[in-house]
Structure formats: C-alpha cells, structure tokens
C-alpha cells in the first residue's frame, strides 16, 4: 500500500472548500429539482429561486458587512464592484467582473467569470424557459434592499442557454435615502 502523506494545512482547506462547493452544487440541483416537480410551471419555478434568493440576501448582507469590513460606498458603481469582487467570492468563491455601464451610472451587467452553481448541470429541453440560476438574481436584489437599494436584477445571458457567459443586469431603481435616527436639538 502506498504511504499516505500527510497534507499541509493550506492543502486540507482546499480540498475541504472544494468539498463543500460541490455539496452546496448538488445540493442547489436537488432543490430546483424538486421545484420543477412540485410547480407546475418554469415561471413559478424562476419566482420562487428568486424569491428565496431575496430571503438570503436580506440576511447575508449583515454578515457580508461584518466579515468583509467593506465601508460604505460612495456611489452605485463602487457598489456594484463590491459585489463583484467581494460578495461573490465570499459567498460563491469565484469574482465577476462589472461591465456595460449606461450612460447614468445606474446601470450595469455583472459578468461571472466562472460559475459552480452549474457545474455538473445539462439542463432537459423540458426546462427551456427556467433561469436555474435565478437565485442569484434575488441575493443581489435582496442584499441591496438592505442597503437601500431598490434594484431589478435579470439575467442578460445565460450558458445553460447557449450563451456565451453569465451576466446580470442591475438596474438602480431607487436609492432611499437612509434617515438619521436621531434629531439635533
Ligand atoms: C454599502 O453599504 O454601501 C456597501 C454595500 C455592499 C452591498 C454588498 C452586498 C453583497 C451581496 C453579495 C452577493 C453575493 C452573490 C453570490
């Protein structure tokens, strides 16, 4: 038998982050699975990914500003490069990059380089129609609610349908100005 050599810390991270990406890979798959079968229509199944990514990204977004020590942001550019580069890789271990902006600077795509929710994913043709990573859509949408902003997020391309890339549209819809809870007098 060949001997086993012990692994350095950095190595057994790694190999146990890779675990845990595939498990929560798999684990995704089994519950839009499960929507497609329990709904009876794709739309359904798009309204409620994303509406359970709302759900998480109202409550990540307090861990996301306690464990990244992001301060606020100037503006909805620096935002949306936040998200990017940093609530992505803490919650989905790969960056996206900012692309497309309009000429307001109140819209913008989010283009992710790599994308684990689809790994080991072939979509049926019975599915045309389903955004399998609409999820995402919603954590954004409800993680800058928390923030807020008021935003509509939707999916400009997406590989499970034969495009090229992963991209979001974030749309700023309204910025509600946050109110100083205390009165100077
Ligand atoms: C600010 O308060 O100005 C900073 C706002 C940063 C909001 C960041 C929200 C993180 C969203 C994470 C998305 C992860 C998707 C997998």
């Known amino acids: 038998m060949a001997p086993v050599a012990p692994r350095s810390g950095d190595a057994v991270f790694a190999s146990v982050d890779r675990v845990n990406s595939e498990l929560f890979t798999l684990t995704y798959g089994a519950i839009v699975r499960q929507l497609l079968t329990d709904l009876e229509e794709v739309q359904e199944v798009n309204n409620q990914l994303d509406q359970m990514g709302y759900n998480m990204g109202v409550r990540l977004v307090d861990e996301f500003l306690a464990k990244s020590n992001v301060s606020r942001c100037v503006d909805f550019k620096e935002t949306a490069e936040v998200i990017a580069k940093v609530g992505f890789k803490m919650f989905l271990g790969v960056t996206a990059s900012v692309g497309n902006w309009d000429a307001e600077g109140t819209t913008c795509s989010i283009i992710l380089d790599d994308n684990p929710l689809v790994d080991f994913v072939e979509l049926p043709d019975t599915c ?54 205390y009165k100077d007098d």
Do not use: H
């Open 128 to 181: 045309q129609g389903l955004y399998y990573c609409n999820i995402l859509s919603g954590v954004i949408r409800g993680a800058l609610e928390m923030v807020s902003m008021k935003t509509e997020v939707t999916w400009m391309r997406d590989m499970l349908r034969g495009d090229d890339a992963f991209e979001l549209q974030v749309k700023l819809l309204k910025q509600v100005p946050e109110e100083y809870p």
